[in-house]
């Protein structure tokens, strides 16, 4: 039990010997948050399940919360799996495969190169309502013909709505499939994963439906202080330049965008789901092979290029489409990939020390929807692996 003023909130699940200490961390992580916390925490280490706890009301281990841009993993898992295939070569251009998106100067953008967010297509002319921005087919067409916001190739600003409408046309055009399609044939059903990109009707009783931020006082007094500009890359790539700007918690909560799943930020799943996609996909799962080689989990986690993001105006090194995790977590080893979501979902493979991470949470974190508490579970994780 865990008392958050006047909430008692209960840890629900189980730890494989050893990972004791990742159970107190995630009581304790409950104890300090006084905003209703609701949270589910996984890990596999070898693809063997070491960690799986959940706490809340109505949240148990299947439960689905959205997670926002954690689902880029799962469409560039997709897309890994596909250069693996020799189906996608990363060094050709997109243009090479999807002829349309040669318009506007960008015929020279390579595949790789838009994966690491360096096309300039943050957004469209005109904006986009939310049906729209929950069909990956409207914002690919949209976007080939938009005049890119930088030179493509010359600087890296994260797509937050639209890479993974992107890169799916991408895949689309070569396969003849969505990336939901193959998601769902080569990873999600074979290894049973609730983590959907496109979630049945069937499913909707286990969606947690995501609930606002609150902020602090000293968090709403910053926000005072620092309002965005209406007119920045930020305000453009999440859509809050729109009039009215884009509720991103009621988009996640509209049955329309779960149903189709757009690929950069419609996924539904649990934090057993994504850390086993990530596990599946470098350590094998419940007696399946690795979906990827080590070559090809090389390549996912090599960085290639590095600066600050003119969107986000962080230090976030993309790889394969994936975030580069060592730099948000030291102690994982080289190579660790994954991505974070709104919300504060995050999920990563570490293939060095075996870990696959997932962690999952209702109620949108302060700021800018990432979860800090990630640093102190994902350390007691690798201090629980090191002593093993």
């Known amino acids: 039990m865990t008392d958050t003023g006047d909430i008692t909130i209960t840890v629900h699940g189980t730890v494989a010997a050893g990972f004791e200490g990742v159970r107190e ?24 399940l070491v960690v799986d706890l959940w706490a809340g009301e ?58 690491s967010h360096r096309a300039g297509l943050i957004w469209a002319d005109g904006g986009f309502t939310v049906e729209e921005l929950a069909d990956d087919r409207v914002i690919a067409g949209r976007l080939a013909g938009q005049r890119p916001y930088w030179t493509p190739g ?98 996640a909560n509209t049955r329309a965008v779960r149903a189709l799943g757009p690929a950069s930020v419609g996924g539904v799943g649990s934090a057993r789901g994504l850390a086993g996609m990530y596990a599946a996909a470098v350590s094998g799962l419940d007696g399946l092979p690795p979906l990827l080689t080590p070559e090809t989990v090389a390549e996912a986690g090599r960085v290639r290029w590095k600066g600050t993001d ?31 979501g709104a919300a504060g979902s995050q999920a990563y493979a570490d293939p060095v ?15 800018g929807g990432a979860a800090p508490e990630n640093e102190r579970l994902s350390a007691a994780v690798s201090e629980a692996v090191a002593t093993l």
């Open 353 to 367: 020390n075996g870990v696959a991470y997932g962690y999952t949470r209702r109620r949108f974190a302060l700021p």
């Open 58 to 115: 109505g949240i148990d281990g299947d439960s689905l919360p959205a997670v926002y841009s954690s689902t880029k993993g799962a469409a560039h898992l997709v897309v890994a799996l596909l250069v693996q295939d020799g189906v996608i070569d990363p060094d050709r251009t997109v243009a090479s495969y999807w002829p349309e998106f040669a318009a506007e100067s960008k015929g020279g953008l390579t595949v790789r190169e838009l994966m």
């Open 154 to 251: 010359t600087e890296v600003g994260y797509h937050a709505l639209v890479i993974g409408a992107l890169t799916g046309e991408v895949v689309r055009r070569v396969t003849g499939r969505s990336v939901q399609e193959i998601f769902e044939e080569r990873v999600r059903a074979p290894y049973g994963l609730g983590f959907h990109l496109g979630l049945p009707e069937e499913l909707e009783p286990r969606y947690v439906a995501v609930r606002p931020a609150v902020a602090t006082p000293e968090q709403q007094a910053e926000a005072a202080a620092n309002p965005l500009d209406p007119d920045s890359l930020m305000a453009l790539a999440f859509g809050f330049a729109e009039d009215p700007p884009l509720d991103l918690v009621a988009f």
């Open 310 to 340: 003119v969107v986000t105006a962080q230090t976030d090194p993309f790889a394969l489409g994936f975030e580069a995790q060592q730099g948000h977590y030291p102690a994982l080893g080289e190579g660790a990939f994954g991505h974070s």
């Open 25 to 48: 961390e995630f009581a304790a992580v409950l104890a300090a948050d006084h905003t209703e916390p609701g949270s589910q925490l996984a890990v596999y280490h070898h693809g063997r």
